[in-house]
């Protein structure tokens, strides 16, 4: 855009970033339902992909010098081909049951992005107004506490982070870690102090935060620190764009990171869980199980019967959870579904918001098996269905079917919203062993007089609940 004049370049450039903006808001409403999710990415992506076009386009800085813009060029041109190639070859390979370290690896990236912006702006000392010093503060301490604890989250997901590190006075380090992070962006973002040795002491304070913050958590509560994440990332993005003047770094942040914020409610709301509790109260992991109220004894059941008895039922509700993705069943879940819709079964999945390791985990599963989005149900749709359902298949779930969230209030999950399996005619769960789920509670479900356990792994029992359909013939 060299050879037109500024306001027409600049009319142009907001024109592009203007409909950057509607492909955005476009791509996230589709993405809100499964079958017009892979649309919303593409939309959102060909967004993305104009916005980083008119980045090249734009007006140069002219007070630079020729070969310091065409190695800036050559370096942006570089970074991207790398990251492009990075996140094609992981994305092509990643396994589904991977998906949520995938999430979690990539919104880090995200935060740390930001944070590397506002680590540019204020070691070059370029901000010299009060405003744009505190919004490239406000951005670098948020994205790097996101890309910390982003990378904490992946090593929980993943397994290389096995338990939570709980002490005494955790709460009050994490405290005086915030107060030190604030004192020094506050002296940077007022020019008071923005030394270089200032500077890495502020981000080094926010990585430490990001880490102190997560360590802590439970597995089970992976999901809303997921979502929080995603919003802070978009939030840290939001302000560096401000700082920059860059209006699709200002869009795209604020989409992310209200949709991560909005998320971020539904999954609390779901757990019944307020996010202070999540954040602070170490709830998800312990290495002790909560006490329950249960009473009698778990009730065994062969592959060869329960298959019998879902073959002649009239209606099945799969509820899926972690240990599906564990077992990676999700294929044969589905074979045994058509299997029994072939003999005239009526069957159903439900979804539970939190089921799984980050939201919608269950609904990729399920996708990429290739289960129609019309026999899968959420909590809301699906739960008033069990009182009429022959045989509910709990696959791997396990908090989210606890029937003690419904009667004990003294229990850690009383008042979350629960699908109500136990309400069906017969239970069939599919589980590894006898222990408890993510939050360490005895599932009260397990010891019903209707509930049938069938142990084993995952994918091993489906198939023979598979073998044992075929056979009635």
Not at 71 to 78: A, F, G, P, S, Y
Not at 411 to 440: E, T
């Amino acid at each position: 855009m060299s050879s037109l004049s500024p306001d027409v370049a600049a009319n142009l450039i907001n024109a592009a970033y203007l409909l950057v903006a509607f492909l955005f808001i476009f791509g996230l409403k589709r993405m809100s339902a499964p079958s017009t999710a892979r649309g919303g990415i593409l939309w959102a992506g060909v967004g993305m992909l104009i916005a980083t076009a008119v980045t090249f386009l734009a007006p140069s800085d002219h007070s630079l010098a020729s070969s310091t813009l065409s190695t800036n060029m050559v370096l942006v041109i570089l970074a991207i081909a790398i990251g492009g190639a990075a996140a094609w070859y992981s994305g092509r390979k990643v396994a589904m049951t991977d998906m949520p370290q995938m999430i979690a690896l990539y919104n880090g990236m995200g935060g740390g992005a930001a944070a590397a912006i506002a680590a540019v702006e204020l070691y070059s000392g370029h901000n010299t107004s009060l405003v744009a010093g505190t919004l490239a503060v406000l951005g670098g301490l948020i994205g790097a506490v996101s890309f910390s604890g982003s990378g904490i989250a992946f090593g929980k997901l993943q397994g290389l982070i096995r338990k939570s590190f709980r002490f005494s006075g955790q709460q009050i380090i994490n405290l005086a870690i915030v107060t030190s992070a604030i004192i020094l962006g506050g002296l940077i973002a007022t020019g008071a102090h923005s030394e270089p040795m200032i500077v890495t002491l502020f981000f080094l304070s926010a990585l430490v935060l990001g880490i102190t913050m997560t360590l802590p958590i439970g597995g089970a509560d992976m999901p809303v620190v997921i979502s929080l994440y995603n919003a802070l990332t978009g939030l840290a993005v939001a302000f560096e764009g401000f700082v920059l003047n860059n209006a699709a770094m200002i869009i795209a942040g604020t989409v992310v990171g209200s949709a991560g914020t909005l998320l971020t409610q539904l999954m609390a709301k779901a757990m019944n869980r307020s996010l202070a509790n999540v954040l602070f109260a170490g709830f998800g992991e312990s290495s002790v199980a909560v006490a329950g109220t249960t009473t009698g004894s778990q009730k065994p059941i062969e592959a060869s019967d329960a298959g019998v008895m879902m073959a002649f039922a009239q209606k099945v509700i799969v509820v899926p959870g972690y240990g599906l993705a564990v077992a990676q069943a999700q294929h044969k879940v589905w074979e045994l579904a058509q299997l029994l819709s072939d003999h005239g079964v009526i069957v159903k999945f439900a979804i539970h918001p939190v089921a799984g390791r980050m939201p919608g985990h269950m609904n990729v599963l399920l996708a990429e098996a290739g289960v129609p989005y019309d026999l899968i149900s959420d909590l809301e749709e699906i739960n008033a269905e069990f009182e009429t359902c022959d045989v509910a298949l709990i696959i791997g779930a396990n908090d989210v079917v606890n029937p003690v969230a419904r009667t004990d209030k003294s229990s850690p999950i009383y008042g979350m919203p629960i699908l109500n399996a136990d309400k069906s005619k017969n239970v069939i769960v599919i589980k590894r062993g006898q222990g408890q789920g993510f939050s360490g509670i005895e599932n009260a479900l397990f010891y019903l007089d209707n509930t049938r356990m069938l142990y084993g792994d995952a994918q091993a029992a489906v198939n023979q609940l598979i073998l044992s359909v075929k056979s009635v013939g």
